[in-house]
């Protein structure tokens, strides 16, 4: 149990499909993000959301479109994929702080495997 | 400009056998360094992080790194590798404060053989 929930585990879905990733944390974080790992490439920052407004927005495709309702729920919302965004989709969350070492440690769920056919 | 570098792809190692894996970064300020593993189909789970003090970190799992500064390293270790322990590892630097953007290298893989 890592704090943070990512559903579904396994996603396929087809190009023309329009599906969603959720994310819950229950460790009273208040920055959560969204990443996505590809096979031989280092992890990639997608979104990432302080206080439910988004404060990064990694130059990422407009057919990825996130949501964060609150602090403990983030979505990823996908519409019209390639095949080439099939990857682990992994969310975080940190406690967020100005003071240094009070905070940015960065925990992860589990993560989402998308299959985009 | 901000990287993490992790020669390593892929090492073997002997169980009961010592190991160390490579992390070299370039960050512009004081980095705050962290070590996560990863086990197949499975998240990131956080296994050391170093911020300022003792330059010698202990982890879970009987983890160890340590920072050289003036190397640019931030070496993992553990005394005697268990089975248990084949995964992939990554390395990744990040600011003290404020926004979060972990730079992550590209991982290592550790195969342990009995």
């Known amino acids: 149990e890592t704090g943070v929930t990512q559903t579904p585990r396994h996603l396929v879905m087809g190009m023309t499909n329009k599906k969603s990733l959720k994310c819950e944390q229950h460790?009273?974080?208040?920055?959560m993000y969204w990443y996505k790992q590809s096979a031989k490439k280092p992890l990639e920052l997608m979104f990432v959301?302080?206080?439910?407004?988004?404060?990064e927005n990694n130059s990422v495709p407009s057919r990825f479109s996130p949501e964060c309702p609150n602090s403990s729920h983030l979505f990823l919302h996908l519409h019209t994929l390639q095949p080439e965004d099939s990857a682990l989709y992994l969310c975080?969350?940190?406690?967020?702080?100005?003071?240094?070492?009070?905070?940015?440690?960065?925990?992860f769920g589990e993560g989402s495997w998308l299959t985009v056919v | 400009a901000q990287s993490v570098t992790q020669p390593d792809i892929h090492i073997t190692v002997s169980e009961g056998a010592s190991l160390e894996l490579r992390c070299n970064y370039s960050?512009?300020?004081?980095?705050?360094l962290f070590w996560y593993v990863q086990s197949p189909g499975q998240g990131l789970q956080l296994l050391l992080k170093?911020?300022?003090?003792?330059?010698l970190v202990q982890g879970i799992k009987g983890f160890e790194a340590e920072f050289k500064r003036s190397q640019s390293s931030f070496n993992l270790r553990k005394p005697s590798v268990h089975w248990s322990d084949a995964a992939e590892y990554f390395c990744?630097?990040?600011?003290?404060?404020?926004?979060?953007?972990?730079?992550f290298g590209t991982g290592t893989r550790l195969t342990v053989i009995p």
């Open positions: 460790l009273g974080h208040n920055a």
């Open positions: 975080a969350s940190s406690q967020e702080s100005l003071l240094p070492g009070r905070g940015n440690t960065i925990y």
């Open positions: 170093y911020f300022s003090g003792d330059t």
């Open positions: 959301y302080n206080f439910k407004e988004q404060t």
């Open positions: 990744a630097v990040g600011p003290q404060t404020g926004a979060n953007n972990l730079f």
């Open positions: 960050y512009g300020a004081t980095p705050y």
